[in-house]
């Protein structure tokens, strides 16, 4: 099976992805401003227990299960957003696996007890590579939060494993506004947190009706 990246939505994606990061502000995927910041390292997280045991799919569109008609259900999301370097230098060819609970708060893993019930329309995981610019793409549902321990509530994320030619980085996003943000434990141990929390955004006439997108991106030491 081909490796999807973002080469593969055609030029018209990449177009509309620095369109919106220059409307927006929120990235540096249409400017060299980033670049002259003073960036820090994306802040580290656990891999979690529910890392998928078996091979993640390569594609961009985790709302589709290849040979189901169906569709996940949820909030749709355009995840959108560059890997760097701390020079603001884009990491091309990284390996990017994301991995989520389902819009229940259910992983399609063995291991997840949580009683809410599974999609049958999404596996939650898939794994990508970043294009000449260091960008990546993907469409997928908002997670919901889901209890982690009797006096846990995991707020709603999703979890990205970044590998470039040097560096791995595993860390997780999160929404902005969520309820459990503040009780968290992983999300508060985070040195800078505010990297972690992301915003989802009205989407723009050229995307899907009723998404949303969220801008992330991953800046890793060298690479």
């Known amino acids: 099976m081909a490796t999807y990246s973002v080469s593969d939505l055609g030029r018209r994606d990449i177009l ?3 369109a919106i990061a220059a409307s927006f502000g929120l990235s540096g995927l249409a400017t060299t401003a980033r670049a ?3 960036l820090r390292r994306t802040p580290g997280q656990i891999l979690g227990p529910f890392y998928p045991l078996s091979e993640m799919p390569q594609t ?3 709302t589709r299960v290849p040979g189901r008609s169906g ?3 949820g909030q749709v999301l355009n995840v959108m957003g560059k890997v760097l370097n701390l020079s603001g230098e884009p990491v091309r060819n990284a390996k990017v696996e994301v991995w989520q609970a389902n819009s229940r708060g259910r992983y399609t893993h063995p291991s997840d007890t949580n009683p809410a019930p599974l999609d ?3 596996d939650g995981s898939a794994v990508l590579d970043t294009d000449a610019e260091g960008r990546y793409r ?10 982690a321990g009797p006096n846990l509530i995991r707020p709603a994320h999703i979890h990205f494993q970044v590998t470039g030619k040097n560096d791995r980085l595993v860390t997780q996003m999160y929404f902005d506004g969520d309820p459990y943000n503040s009780t968290d434990p992983f999300l508060n141990s985070a040195g800078a947190k505010q990297l972690l929390i992301t915003n ?5 006439p050229d995307l899907e009706a009723g998404s949303k997108l969220v801008i992330f991106d991953i800046v890793l030491y060298k690479g």
Do not use: C, G, Q, V
């Open 36 to 38: 002259e910041a003073s």
């Open 138 to 147: 993907f469409t997928t549902i908002k997670p919901a939060a889901y209890p």
């Open 120 to 122: 049958p329309n999404f």
């Open 200 to 204: 989802a955004l009205d989407a723009t």
């Open 71 to 73: 569709r996940a259900e």
């Open 16 to 18: 509309l992805m620095a």
């Open 60 to 62: 961009t569109d985790l």
